[in-house]
């Protein structure tokens, strides 16, 4: 049957217009709600959105809720790229997006509801917000609902995150491909994401059938923020003998690699002559910003569009099974990883 002939029959079965039916199933957002809801119930049935191009999104609003930094002047880098990713992927359609601050562990229930439950939203998107409550709410909301960087603990919403797990795993067999052995992994663990980063990274350790030490092989920061991991390696520095020292330290983001370096510079470390230095970054950002530092880049504007198509695919299919897509992030070598010795990893192993 013609795509003209499913517009007549759909119109028939809803009592909409041809027009209005053209205009929900072209993703436009001037429509009632009413009229939306009832033209794809019957477009489903029919089997019409099984044919749809791909590239047509069947959504009016979406709401896009993510922790209050993400908003300010100088914040977060990794949620600031995830949004322009959403943006990019609904840019060629005609859909509202609104932004919403949210605390992470203890967001406003009432800020969530009166956004969400808005009647030109029809779908939602979470970036890093661990709250339970607020998951449950927006299951119970019968929008689409995506979360990024995160996910429910009842395993009822889609999900797309980085593979933080790929993520520790990598960077430790690149650093213990190069030779070194004596590793300082600088992290903050207060997200169950990091955890996950981190046992990646065990995972490494067991595989050379080294033992990892929690004393001599983790330091751990309450943030990630350029003072407070200076201040934490300095000290970890100043009270541990030189011949303990890292061959190489591997750090959770941009901002603390920052505060590194400039400790290890001022103590005359030579990077990566003497010590090497690896951390993660945001793949998006400018060349100059990240370019200092060998890193795991994490694709983060990917993470908005794939969310992006996660809410058209549920849209679409509403009883398929709940998705958690994981996106691999991939090594960039700038210069702040030596290749150790045969004999210096020799020594390490022994000791």
């Not at 001037?30 to 939306?36: D, E, I, L, P, V």
């Not at 590239?55 to 809720?65: D, H, S, T, Y």
């Not at 993400?70 to 932004?99: K, M, N, S």
């Not at 990240?290 to 809410?311: D, K, M, N, Q, W």
Request: hydrophobic share 40%.
């Amino acid at each position: 049957m013609s795509g003209k002939l499913k517009m007549d029959e759909i119109a028939a079965l809803t009592g909409f217009s041809v027009s209005t039916v053209s205009r929900v199933l072209s993703g436009k957002s001037y429509t009632s709600n009413k009229a939306r809801e009832a033209i794809v119930k019957c477009a489903r049935q029919l089997g019409v959105l099984d044919s749809l191009a791909s590239g047509r999104l069947l959504i009016n609003g979406i709401a896009v809720f993510a922790p209050q930094r993400t908003f300010t002047a100088q914040g977060d880098a990794f949620y600031l790229e995830v949004t322009r990713g959403i943006a990019e992927a609904v840019a060629p359609h005609d859909v509202w997006l609104t932004y919403c601050g949210l605390e992470e562990q203890r967001a406003d229930i009432n800020v969530f509801l009166e956004k969400a439950s808005n009647k030109n939203i029809n779908a939602i998107i979470m970036i890093g917000i661990d709250d339970p409550t607020v998951h449950k709410l927006a299951q119970s909301l019968g929008k689409p609902c995506v979360l990024i960087n995160s996910q429910d603990r009842e395993g009822l919403l889609d999900a797309v995150s980085p593979d933080h797990r790929a993520t520790g795993n990598l960077a430790a067999q690149y650093l213990f491909e190069q030779g070194h052995r004596r590793i300082l992994n600088v992290t903050s663990l207060r997200r169950e994401t990091l955890y996950w980063r981190l046992e990646g990274i065990k995972e490494i350790y067991r595989q050379y059938q080294i033992p990892f030490d929690n004393t001599r092989d983790l330091l751990v920061t309450e943030g990630f923020s350029q003072a407070e991991s200076g201040s934490a390696v300095d000290d970890w520095l100043r009270n541990t003998p030189r011949d303990a020292w890292p061959e190489a330290i591997f750090c959770a983001g941009t901002s603390m690699s920052t505060g590194i370096r400039s400790v290890l510079e001022k103590k005359g470390i030579s990077i990566p002559e003497e010590m090497s230095l690896m951390t993660t970054d945001v793949q998006e950002l400018d060349a100059h910003t990240v370019a200092a530092v060998s890193s795991i880049t994490i694709p983060c504007r990917a993470l908005g569009v794939e969310a992006v198509h996660l809410l058209q695919n549920r849209l679409n299919r509403p009883s398929a099974p709940v998705f958690n897509l994981l996106l691999k992030g991939k090594v960039a070598e700038r210069g702040t990883v030596a290749r150790a010795t045969r004999h210096a990893a020799r020594v390490t192993v022994t000791r």
